[in-house]
């Protein structure tokens, strides 16, 4: 049974370098989301996708940030310029998506990636 | 906008002791509602949700939520904690697809 994966676990940068984060959701779901959570929060949601379309993104996703998902399987996410204030962990989580039944999907979420930003 | 909160960003119980976490939300219209467990450097995982079928929901490891409309609650307990349980647990709300979540709490167990 493999789960959504994230790649790297860890990463550690120096202000202003760039970085990418990459996600592999379960294999059947078409729902795929990004969310950041700072140390003794909440996660907070970032953007997600339906397919290869992305659907939302918060305002916390400041023009520095970019997401895709080419051919609707795995997502990066895309951090130029990295700020001190970026170090969070990133988390990536996938649904299934059924018609009509997005707010009662089940969203399953990967072990995240750290950033560290020095 | 959906808001949630939790009540306690620490909790300690004894082992075999109740677990009692509070959840509340804010919202004309009820929403779908989570709990995650997180242990450390994992990821979340679904405890249980409520999805307007049943307002007393029961998930795995004997946890269970009632939602409670007119307290805009949807507090989770366990009738006898284990070490195991120790983590921190996060209440979430679904809205547009996307999960709010409050800001968590903190389980100890003691001995």
């Known amino acids: 049974d493999t789960g959504v994966s994230q790649n790297p676990r860890h990463k550690i940068t120096k202000r202003g370098q760039n970085v990418t984060f990459r996600c592999d959701p379960i294999?059947?779901?078409?729902?795929l989301y990004w969310y950041r959570q700072t140390l003794g929060q909440g996660p907070e949601f970032l953007t997600y996708?339906?397919?290869?379309?992305?659907?939302?993104k918060s305002r916390l996703l400041s023009d520095r940030f970019s997401a895709e998902r080419p051919k609707g399987s795995f997502s990066t996410l895309e951090i130029q310029r990295t700020e001190q204030g970026d170090s969070a962990m990133y988390l990536c989580?996938?649904?299934?998506?059924?018609?009509?039944?997005?707010?009662?999907?089940?969203?399953?979420f990967g072990p995240g990636t750290r950033l560290t930003v020095l | 906008a959906q808001s949630v909160t939790q009540l306690g960003s620490h909790v300690s119980v004894s082992e075999g002791a109740l677990v009692l976490l509070r959840c509340n939300y804010s919202?004309?219209?009820?929403?779908?509602l989570f709990w995650y467990v997180q242990y450390p450097n994992q990821g979340l995982q679904l405890l249980l949700k409520?999805?307007?079928?049943?307002?007393l929901v029961k998930g795995i490891n004997g946890f269970e939520a009632e939602f409670k409309k007119s307290e805009t609650s949807f507090h989770l307990t366990k009738p006898s904690a284990h070490m195991s349980d120790a983590a921190e647990y996060f209440c979430?709300?679904?809205?547009?697809?996307?999960?709010?979540f409050g800001q968590g709490t903190e389980l100890s167990v003691k001995p």
């Open positions: 989580a996938s649904s299934l998506g059924r018609r009509g039944g997005r707010d009662t999907d089940t969203q399953y």
């Open positions: 294999s059947e779901h078409n729902r």
């Open positions: 996708f339906q397919n290869e379309a992305q659907l939302e």
């Open positions: 919202s004309s219209v009820p929403p779908y």
């Open positions: 409520y999805t307007s079928a049943a307002t």
């Open positions: 979430a709300a679904s809205q547009g697809g996307k999960l709010i």
